[in-house]
């Protein structure tokens, strides 16, 4: 069965801290690897897609990488700003690779505190 | 500009009642969605259109009843509406159902049933 697992559930760190996001998967076939944030009340945008072949992928203070064996993806927030408060979901594409392949993890809520 | 919106953004209402969500897309893209994403926060995919043809209808009761006029809007009816139906429902769009196309979600419209 197709899973996505992402840790921590949520997270809390200061203002200007740097932290990092988990995320485990056990889709099969794999196509490639999204992050999307959600802020409250608002739709998920997406910050970074990644293919096997890539294993790192930056979008401004975002840096997202992959362990396509190991079947990781972990997304490191530099210098955090209160704006970075929100839901963090992981996203991986199987077979087809388009959004009917896509599973969704649950989120990481991360709060930013100043 | 909104690129994908949808309404209303809460919709109250009673068991047996039958509601409509709205959802415009701006973007110019081909294939528009419908998700629900529920009290875990998981986000599950019901509907896929591409140029205004159903691509995808994940096992969802009869009850939710897509519709596409033209391909920039997809609307969800729901009839017969129960408690379960309570959650909140995602639209979002993306340039066509190519591999790497990141979705682009609206701001969802939280439906409680009561």
């Known amino acids: 069965k197709n899973q996505v697992e992402q840790s921590p559930q949520s997270l809390i760190i200061l203002e200007g801290k740097n932290c990092t996001l988990q995320?485990?998967?056990?889709?099969?076939?794999?196509?490639?690897l999204r992050w999307y944030k959600q802020d409250t009340g608002r739709g998920p945008v997406s910050l970074t897609i990644m293919t096997f072949s890539e294993n790192t992928k930056s979008n401004g203070r975002y840096t997202a990488t992959l362990d396509a064996d190991t079947k990781q993806s972990s997304l490191h927030i530099t210098a955090s700003q209160l704006s970075d408060s929100a839901s963090y979901i992981c996203?991986?594409?199987?077979?087809?690779?388009?959004?009917?392949?896509?599973?969704f993890g649950k989120g990481t809520h991360l709060i930013i505190q100043p | 500009d909104t690129a994908v919106s949808q309404t209303p953004k809460y919709l109250v209402t009673q068991m047996g009642n039958d509601k409509s969500i709205k959802c415009e897309q701006n973007l110019g893209h081909d294939t528009m969605y419908w998700y629900k994403q529920d009290s875990k926060k998981f986000l599950k995919i019901m509907f896929s259109?591409?140029?205004?043809?159903?691509?995808i209808n994940e096992t969802v009761p009869n009850r939710f009843s897509p519709k596409s006029p033209d391909k920039a809007h997809l609307n969800l009816h729901i009839n017969s509406l129960e408690l379960g139906d309570s959650a909140v429902y995602f639209c979002?769009?993306?340039?066509?159902?190519?591999?790497?196309?990141?979705?682009?979600f609206g701001n969802g419209t939280r439906l409680t049933v009561t």
């Open positions: 979002a769009s993306s340039q066509d159902q190519a591999v790497f196309s990141p979705l682009h």
């Open positions: 996203v991986v594409s199987g077979a087809g690779g388009g959004a009917d392949g896509l599973t």
């Open positions: 995320c485990n998967y056990t889709v099969s076939p794999f196509s490639n």
């Open positions: 259109y591409n140029n205004k043809e159903l691509i």
